[in-house]
C-alpha cells in the first residue's frame, strides 16, 4: 500500500486551497453573517470543475476519483464548511443519485448542467417526522395521465430555496413499506412546486436549507428516477457514498479548526511565555493531529474501495469514516475555543464558527447514534 498522494493529487489540493484561500476566506463572515447563499461562487466552482467533481467528462464532469473529492471537500471545509456543505450536497446526494441510477437520457439531460454549475442540486428526503427512520416519509406520488401528482413536504433540504433540479422521495405504495418509496426528479418552476421556511440555523449559514412543498405537483412519468419501489433502497446507496464526503468535510473543519489553535498558540502569551509552550496545550495539540490523521485515514480507505470496488457497497467503511470523523472534528473545534480562551467566544476569530458548524456533522445524512446502529449490523449479520 503507497498512502503517499499522486503529483495529481498535490497539485489538486493546491489548487483548491488557493481557491478557498483567494475566493472564500474573505467572505466567511459576511455570509455567515447574513445566511447568504454565495450564488455568485458557483460559475467560479464550476469552473474549477468542484460541481461536477465525479461525473464522467462526457456528461461534462470532471471524472475524477472519490480520493480526489475527499481532497477537494476537505479543502473547502477548512475554510469554510458551509460551502463544503453545498458543494458535498450538491455532489454527492443530487448528483450522484442521477448518475447511480438514472437512464441515459436522465443523464444527459439533467446530469450535464449539473456538472457545468448551470444548474444547482438538491435531494428532498427528511421529513418533519422521518428524519432517521427515513422509511416513515408521508410525502406521495400518484399515477396520473402520464404523470406523478406528488403531494407533501420535505424539511432540512440543502437548497430547498435555490435548487434547480431536485431528486424528491415519495411513497407510491404505502403498503409495501420501505419498497413502496420511489425517487423523482423535479424541477424548479413545476406547479406545485415551492420553497417553504427557510431554517435559521445555528452553523454551517452560507449553506441554504429550506423547507420544501409539494402541492399537486405533476411530474412527467419518465422523471421517475430509478425502478419504480426502490428509492428506498437506492437512497441508502447514496448514503454510503454521501457519507464518505460528510467525513471529507469533517476532516477538513477539524483540520481548519487544529491551524487556528495552532497559530493562536504560537502567537498568545502568557506569563511570558507563548502558550505552545505549556505541556497542557502541546499535548491538545499533539491528539489533535492524530486523531485528524486516523479520521483522513479512515476516510480515504472508504474512498478508495469505493473507486476499486465499482457498485459494491462501502457500507461498513464509509459508516466508520463519518462517525470517527465527525466526533473528532467536534472535540478539535471544541478545543480551538479552549485554547483561544475568551477570543474563542468572539466572532473576531474563526474558532467560535467552526464551534458553530461542526454539530451538524455529527447529525447530518445519518446521526452518530444511526452510524453505531448501521455499524454493529454490519459486524453481527
Not at 483522513?296 to 467503511?317: C, N, P, Q
Not at 464509509?318 to 467536534?330: F, R
Request: proline share 3%; glycine share 10%.
Amino acid at each position: 500500500m503507497d498512502f503517499r498522494p499522486t503529483e495529481e493529487q498535490a497539485l489538486l489540493r493546491r489548487s483548491v486551497r488557493e481557491f478557498a484561500e483567494t475566493e472564500i476566506r474573505p467572505h466567511v463572515r459576511e455570509w455567515d453573517d447574513a445566511q447568504h447563499f454565495p450564488v455568485e461562487l458557483m460559475p467560479r466552482l464550476a469552473a474549477l470543475g468542484l460541481l461536477g467533481v465525479q461525473v464522467p467528462e462526457e456528461y461534462g464532469g470532471a471524472g475524477l476519483s472519490a480520493v480526489d473529492y475527499c481532497i477537494c471537500i476537505e479543502e473547502l471545509a477548512r475554510v469554510d464548511p458551509g460551502v463544503a456543505l453545498s458543494v458535498a450536497a450538491h455532489n454527492g446526494l443530487s448528483s450522484a443519485h442521477i448518475l447511480m441510477f438514472g437512464t441515459e437520457a436522465q443523464k444527459k439531460k439533467y446530469l450535464t448542467p449539473l456538472a457545468r454549475g448551470e444548474k444547482i442540486g438538491a435531494w428532498a428526503l427528511t421529513e418533519s417526522t422521518s428524519g432517521s427512520d427515513a422509511a416513515g416519509m408521508r410525502t406521495t406520488a400518484v399515477r396520473g395521465r402520464g404523470c406523478w401528482i406528488l403531494n407533501g413536504s420535505k424539511t432540512f433540504t440543502t437548497h430547498g430555496r435555490v435548487g434547480d433540479t431536485l431528486v424528491v422521495m415519495a411513497v407510491t405504495d404505502r403498503a409495501a413499506g420501505p419498497k413502496g418509496i420511489s425517487a423523482f426528479i423535479v424541477e424548479r418552476g413545476t406547479p406545485g412546486l415551492s420553497a417553504g421556511k427557510k431554517e435559521d440555523k445555528l452553523g454551517m449559514r452560507a449553506s441554504d436549507t429550506s423547507e420544501v412543498r409539494l402541492d399537486q405537483c405533476r411530474v412527467p412519468a419518465d422523471q421517475r428516477l430509478g425502478d419504480e419501489g426502490q428509492g428506498f433502497v437506492d437512497t441508502m446507496q447514496v448514503l454510503d457514498a454521501g457519507r464518505i464526503g460528510i467525513a471529507a468535510l469533517a476532516v477538513g473543519l477539524a483540520q481548519g479548526a487544529f491551524e487556528a489553535a495552532l497559530g493562536y498558540a504560537r502567537e498568545r502569551k502568557a506569563f511570558g511565555r507563548p502558550l505552545a509552550a505549556f505541556q497542557a496545550i502541546q499535548w491538545k495539540l499533539a491528539d489533535h493531529a492524530t486523531r485528524i490523521e486516523a479520521a483522513r485515514l479512515l476516510t480515504y480507505r472508504a474512498a478508495f474501495l469505493k473507486d476499486r470496488h465499482r457498485g459494491a457497497r462501502t457500507t461498513l467503511e464509509s459508516s466508520m469514516a463519518k462517525l470517527y470523523a465527525s466526533e473528532i472534528a467536534v472535540r478539535a473545534a471544541e478545543d480551538c475555543v479552549q485554547i483561544h480562551g475568551g477570543y474563542g467566544f468572539v466572532k473576531d476569530y474563526p474558532a467560535e464558527k467552526f464551534f458553530r458548524d461542526v454539530k451538524l456533522t455529527t447529525i447530518g445524512e445519518g446521526t452518530s447514534e444511526i452510524q453505531r446502529l448501521v455499524i454493529a449490523r454490519q459486524l453481527l449479520r
